[in-house]
């Protein structure tokens, strides 16, 4: 048996090196605008619920959002369908589609609360929304044995990857918007990486908080700005680089990134 | 609000047709050995746990396996690691990697028991499986702040796809083997697609019950057989197709398709 450590011990974990000017414009989504857009970047999740025995029952199922409330569709007969028959309690797992190989630095949420067969009006928009991102779900959502829920978001726990993580109220998960940008982020992720990186290394420099970056390149980005992955000769360390102004949607973001680039290597 | 619809009406969702003659050897593996098979297929899940307030709390976890029981490295300090420290009961939720565009037609399965801290032995056995599995724990599987859990599994559901399911035992799971096969499957099915079309079409006609096929496509396959969908003038339909018997590797399946394809060529 292995001895113990303490988490203070980095043992042989990489260690990782401070910047060493102030970083110029850190801002980044909040944790209920992070939760927004992981619950809007899929149609799956699993779905926590409880069994007449009290015991925790984890299954797949897939959902819409209505005003970010998840939307399911469950048959009567599944075991989910009959737990959350007996008790409503329920919350959903989502994870991000992965951008990393390790599972734990992808992002993540769950999102905690009480399911509820909605009404009326709010029936049409639950079906709706449930449709709208469950096309298959047309051959069986009018069936009296299945069941739409919408399940009220009362807690929200969100995981950015390795030690970013957060808590959100319901009430701000619902008033937050999912990230405009990151729908896109992919292929202007690639763009920047091979054909601009010169100048995400200067804004490494002069924006990110680390002048002895001799590369960077871009991890993330959202409609606040630039997450780098920064090269200096100390190892190998992650910064923030924020555009002037939050932009409102992907065509915005050339713009940004070249304001960004321009400030970076005029200072 | 839309009408509701027995199950028995099928309203527009498209019909199979039945096969015609009987199918030669439907063999496929048990609910057990399918959900070993999946389990084993990669080192993600959503774990279900209990909050202090016994309320339902999905989350994702990594793990490794342990014949076959899920072996969890979770923090502490992580509401799931706390939720265990308060109550061992608890469910892992594992979707096989998609195969299939419609999320709720992929298999999956739920193994739902009570966790167990491994001690001597069962430690240093434990330990190793997580590791093996997810290779980034070496930064904090020794940590005293996380907590190595071994899922005792008592009861598997295991989902197929639309209308394939099954519930196993706990031992029966235990018990089962991963399928030998099902890690080659990708490469080998769309060989099968790609060359071998007419032999496939063939086996629909002879082995598998439509003697009307005009195409066949191989959409899974196992030690035991093949998945075939099948094209013939009364719509789409599936069938199977088990090998001569069962084939115990990878290497083997040639041989076992080339003998299904004499057999269906020659009756």
Redesign the interface.
């Known amino acids: 048996?292995?001895?113990?450590?303490?988490?203070g011990?980095p043992?042989?974990?990489p260690s990782v090196p401070p910047p060493l000017t102030p970083v110029v414009n850190a801002a980044r989504p909040s944790a209920a605008e992070e939760a927004r857009t992981i619950a809007a970047s899929t149609?799956?999740?699993?779905?926590?619920?409880?069994t007449a025995d009290?015991?925790?029952?984890?299954?797949?199922v897939?959902f819409g959002l209505l005003d970010g409330a998840p939307v399911l569709c469950v048959s009567n007969l599944a075991?989910h369908g009959r737990n959350l028959a007996g008790d409503q309690?329920?919350?959903?797992?989502v994870?991000a589609p992965a951008t990393d190989a390790?599972?734990?630095a992808n992002p993540?949420i769950?999102l905690?609360g009480v399911v509820a067969r909605p009404t009326?009006d709010e029936?049409?928009a639950a079906?709706a929304a449930h449709l709208a991102a469950?096309p298959?779900a047309?051959?069986?959502?009018?069936?009296?044995?299945f069941t739409l829920w919408v399940l009220r978001v009362h807690r929200v726990?969100w995981?950015g990857g390795y030690g970013r993580m957060d808590s959100a109220t319901g009430p701000d998960y619902t008033a937050a918007a999912p990230d405009p940008v990151r729908p896109a982020a992919g292929g202007a992720i690639a763009h920047l990486n091979a054909d601009h990186a010169d100048a995400l290394a200067a804004m490494a420099r002069t924006l990110g908080g680390y002048p002895d970056a001799t590369a960077a390149t871009c991890t993330d980005l959202d409609r606040y700005g630039l997450d780098l992955r920064v090269t200096c000769a100390r190892g190998i360390a992650y910064t923030r680089v924020g555009y002037a102004t939050p932009i409102d949607s992907a065509d915005q973001l050339r713009a940004a990134a070249v304001e960004l680039t321009r400030r970076a290597q005029q200072a």
């Open positions: 048996m292995s001895t113990l450590r303490d988490h011990d043992g042989d974990a149609n799956t999740g699993t779905l926590a619920t409880l009290g015991d925790p029952w984890a299954s797949m897939t075991e309690r329920a919350s959903i797992a994870t390790d599972p734990l993540r769950t905690a009326g029936y049409d079906r469950v298959a047309k051959y069986y959502v009018d069936y009296s044995d726990r995981v």
